[in-house]
């Protein structure tokens, strides 16, 4: 694409861009983009047992929290305004089948915690994801039969699994397992139950990449997902327009709301779709991304706060209404304090 550039946009030396960087207080004010604590959504993962908390070796700095390691933890996120946080469970071994059924336990630990959570924080939004995999014994996200994943007998599970969560209390359910045609199920399976007013989240541009590693060791389910791992179901790092396909099927289907998924090498992705939808749009800053950028900062290479509040700057400017970040709270503060 070329730019034609109009006279009215000045011509050296009368215009100097330079003018409007001379000082902290004229950069702000001509900053066309801000990061705000409401456009930070933060992942949590919960795990049952007596430990208040685990780490997670991947991702330094991230813990696996037990109910009262959460409520602890929540009470800081409220109060420093982190709008939502979305939840993922590390299920128990013993829990973990070739058919995933545990997702439809209504007192499995995902329901468990939405409980308590809304009844500590009703004005906290809460985001259940909907997809097999930290149910399944293989890993992935859906149900497996000889080899291939099945599309219409997964969407039967999770617009049941989308049901149950909903009426533990979340807020927003949001599929991440790219079954084609899941949407306008779990949508219709809503209505049905007189949940009309749970939103769905879709994971509408999710790319099958190696940047999730560290989330599969945090819900331990990089089990057994074959040589092709998620491909046949996740999108082709390749492909641009077929993103918008996938949105723009999302959006007929009934998503209030899309993600491009992951963030900082999908850019370009946020980007179009922002243009091209006037729907809103989130983006989820994946695992692999924090995970490196903790390992840079841990070698003094670069500075982990700074970084972090670059790249989410770039997802605003790329046009996403809110972020998904491991980072949330540490991020929230600096902002607070600014
Ligand atoms: C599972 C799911 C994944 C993530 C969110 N939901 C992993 C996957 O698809 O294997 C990845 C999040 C991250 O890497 O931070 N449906």
Redesign the pocket.
Known sequence: MSLKFPKSWGNFPATRLRRNRSASWIRGLVRENKLNVEDLIW?IFIQDGFQERTSIPSMPGIERLNINGLKKSLREAVKLGIPAIAI?PLINKNNKTNDGKEALNPNNLVCRTIRSVKKLYPNLGIIS?I?L??YTSH?H?GIYYKGKILNDETIDVLKKQAVINAEAGCDIVAP??MMDGRVRAIRKSLDKNNLKNVKILS?AA?FS?S??????NAIK?SGNLGKEG?KTY?MDPGNSREALREVALDIKEGADIIMV??GLPYLDIVKEVSQYFPVPLFV?????E?SMMQAAAKNNWLNFRNIQLECLLAFKRAGANAIIT?SAIEIAKILRKH
């Open positions: 992942p993922f994801d997809a995999d930290p890993g996200d991440s397992d994971y999710k990449s940047f999730y590693n560290p989330f599969r389910s998620k996740q998924k992951p989820y800053q994946v695992s692999g924090y491991y």
